[in-house]
């Protein structure tokens, strides 16, 4: 009894002993020879996988880093202190770069927008919009609600809020992948230094555009006579003069007839005032009432 | 009722509550001249086309407004005499704002299309017809608004023996097709046979579903006479699909990505054949259509002939506005058309309806998950997955979803209307189909 444990025991042990010693002898013969600079570098990057650097993920990014002399500032979400890391490690200096954050231009919440529709089908913006009518807002050009951004943000930087995105700037990375998936055009990337924004995109007649929103931009162009540097006309929309951006105390100065040009923090608070309920059901679609 | 010719059963359908009897017995009325008209200048599938007239401009009716961009294009033209106003925006019947020309009237409501019309057109050449055809700006009439004069010209290689005549109206409510089978018959079978001229076919089918007796009676007393053989269908939906007419009425199946004209067919819809008809014989461009303005809250349902241009308010006030609060305006039918959100969507050569819905008709759904019950798959008339094919689109994987060809999907709602679950899976598929679109653009994009 007891020889037939040792016997197998002594089997096990030594089957074990030659399968360990040729795992040890195949890696040491096949080993793959890796930079150390690679993993390095891949470790200070975020991880996120976001893409924004144009590479297939953080990992490829690292390598192309290394070897090819891709420069690290192309990573939008790394902040200037990992910049300055991966620039020790590689012996490189890194360029530097602009902070940008994404921006919805948009101030048309459920409760600050006018509505055209009850909308009963998928909850999602590029599913909506390619219903007529598109998710039931009146203004056409304004954000949908329904969060196709925030899902594509790796960052969770979108919230929605009342049936409008708002970005929190300190979370967002500028990774641009909102910028792709909205369809409706209006998240672009600016600089994070900007403190103010005008928050509407609509090429609607502006005398029709009231009716649609509390806060439309009428394109007045008050903003611009107050300040010409400041503020200029981009496709027909008023917008920030991105390259020479104006101080938050310039919304005070302008008074923006309809508050559509604001600072970036208020927007968000005011965002929030009205939290997110359930849109009325009771009321039979308020499209027609018409006897004749 | 018997048929003719040995048809075929397609795949699948489903039979909704038709709703026809509001309007199917009501002899379709002339709208009244409108005083103003916004005509949208894209009416059809294809290249935009370019206005020709200015602001001030003075026109006559039938007189072209705006020319074809394109081979796959159709020209516009003038509803009524009078003077062009301004090139303004109205409401798409798909969303958006669309491009369209302003014409006031001025009451005389004149012809000048300057077309020729052509009686003896049994001794004229083909091509001289097709370009009239072309000229006339017809397009499909069911539905998609493809240009009729494209249809008629195949590629030589290509071998057409039948064509089909698409009087099936399988559509819930719509009843346009069949008052014009019925009051405008010999137009529909003489503009059938100068179709088959242009084609060089002498088999011609008219399919028609079996709810409609008095049509078929009406067809069968003169089809003879055209070389037409018309053939009841079965009641259910979607016989008019144009695969599935095909399919019931030949036993030929079209290939995946195919064409009608794969096969040797070509479909036109009846409402097309008549215009052919106006275009060659009376020399009278396509301006007005059969239009039913229908449903419960409409006063007095009916079809109406109207002109293009016509606003949706407009055919409501012909048909004794709405007597019952109204929840959902929808151009098209119920299975297929699309909710509007303005009554200021105007009519285009292919409105084919105008349906009103109560708040108690509509229905409001929450998506749950599939539960794999297979009724979809059952129902779909063109042999998809739907269900799986959603959840693929829901997690947005395009690819997949290619692969079971949604591509093929025409957006019938067959497996919407008999989903247990409720899910939204008509929008799912257009979702699939806009993403798809735009990678094959951008694919192209790249290449050239």
């Keep these: ?292 | 009722m018997n048929s003719p010719i040995r048809t075929w059963r397609f795949h699948g359908g489903v039979h909704p509550a038709d709703g026809k009897a509001l309007s199917n017995s009501v002899p379709a009325q002339r709208a009244p001249l409108l005083e103003r008209y916004t005509v949208a200048i894209q009416q059809n599938i294809g290249a935009p086309p370019k206005p020709v007239v200015q602001k001030g401009d003075t026109v006559k009716k039938g007189q072209l407004i705006a020319e074809p961009g394109g081979f796959v294009s159709a020209p516009v033209h003038a509803p009524t005499s009078g003077t062009v106003g301004d090139i303004v925006e109205v409401p798409g019947a798909n969303g958006g704002a669309i491009p369209a020309i302003e014409i006031i009237s001025d009451g005389k409501d004149e012809w000048g299309s300057g077309l020729d019309p052509i009686p003896n057109w049994k001794n004229t050449d083909r091509e001289i017809l097709k370009k009239r055809i072309a000229d006339a700006g017809i397009v499909g009439m069911g539905g998609a608004a493809f240009p009729t004069h494209v249809k008629l010209s195949p590629p030589p290689e290509k071998v057409i023996d039948t064509l089909i005549l698409n009087g099936a109206e399988c559509e819930p409510y719509l009843t346009a097709d069949h008052r014009l089978m019925l009051e405008r018959t010999e137009a529909v079978l003489e503009g059938a046979a100068i179709a088959a001229k242009i084609l060089r076919v002498d088999r011609v089918f008219l399919g028609i579903e079996e709810n409609k007796p008095d049509a078929i009676a009406a067809l069968n007393e003169k089809a003879g006479q055209y070389g037409v053989t018309v053939v009841p269908l079965h009641v259910r939906y979607p016989q008019g699909g144009e695969k599935q007419l095909i399919y019931a009425l030949t036993g030929r199946s079209v290939a995946t990505g195919g064409l009608p004209m794969d096969v040797g067919c070509v479909v036109q819809n009846v409402g097309s054949c008549a215009a052919i008809r106006d275009a060659v014989v009376e020399g009278h461009p396509l301006i007005e259509r059969y239009t039913t303005v229908t449903g419960t809250p409409v006063a007095n349902p009916g079809t109406w002939i109207l002109r293009f241009g016509t606003t949706v308010e407009q055919a409501l006030t012909f048909a004794g506005g709405v007597k019952a609060r109204a929840a959902k305006v929808i151009m098209g039918g119920p299975m297929m058309g699309f909710a509007q959100t303005s009554l200021g969507v105007t009519v285009t050569k292919n409105s084919s309806g105008i349906l009103l819905l109560q708040w108690k008709e509509t229905a409001e759904y929450t998506s749950n998950p599939c539960i794999r019950c297979g009724r979809c798959v059952r129902a779909c008339p063109m042999k998809l997955l739907p269900g799986p094919v959603s959840v693929m689109v829901e997690s947005e994987n395009y690819d997949e979803a290619e692969k079971n060809y949604v591509m093929d999907c025409m957006e019938c709602g067959v497996c919407t209307f008999v989903c247990p679950a409720k899910r939204p899976l008509v929008q799912h598929f257009r979702r699939a189909k806009a993403e798809i679109n735009a990678k094959r653009r951008a694919a192209k994009a790249k290449q050239a």
Excluded: W
């Design chain 1, 1 to 292: 009894m007891l020889i037939t444990i040792l016997v197998s025991a002594g089997v096990v042990a030594a089957v074990g002993l030659i399968l360990g010693a040729l795992i040890g002898f195949t890696a040491k013969k096949f080993e793959v020879q890796t930079d150390p600079k690679i993993e390095a570098v891949q470790e200070l990057l975020p991880g996120a996988n976001c893409g924004g650097c144009g590479y297939a993920g953080c990992a490829d990014f690292a390598s192309a880093i290394v070897t090819k002399g891709a420069d690290p500032s192309g990573c939008s979400a790394c902040s200037d202190a990992m910049l300055a890391k991966i620039a020790e490690v590689t012996g490189k200096a890194a360029g530097k770069k602009e902070k940008m954050t994404a921006v919805v231009f948009c101030s048309g919440s459920f409760s600050r927008s006018a509505r055209a529709a009850d909308y009963n089908g998928i909850l999602d913006c590029r599913s909506a919009s390619i219903v007529a009518g598109g998710g039931g807002k009146a203004c056409r050009f304004g954000c949908l609600g329904y969060g196709s951004c925030a899902r594509a943000c790796p960052f969770g930087a979108i919230e929605i809020r009342d049936g409008l995105a708002v970005v929190h700037p300190e979370l967002c990375r500028a990774c641009g992948k909102c910028v792709n998936v909205c369809p409706r055009k209006l998240i672009r990337l600016v600089p994070a230094s900007a403190p103010i924004h005008v928050y509407c995109n609509s090429l609607e007649k502006p005398a029709k555009r009231r009716k649609f929103c509390k806060n439309p931009c009428l394109a007045c162009k008050k903003c611009i006579r107050t300040d010409e540097n400041h503020m200029q006309m981009q496709a027909g929309l008023v917008r920030v003069n991105y390259s020479n951006p104006p101080e938050a105390s310039f919304v005070e100065q302008v008074k923006c007839p309809t508050g559509a040009l604001q600072v970036e923090e208020i927007h968000r608070k005011i965002a929030a005032l009205k939290p997110v309920e359930p849109a009325p059901k009771a009321a039979p679609a308020p499209k027609k009432e018409e006897s004749k």
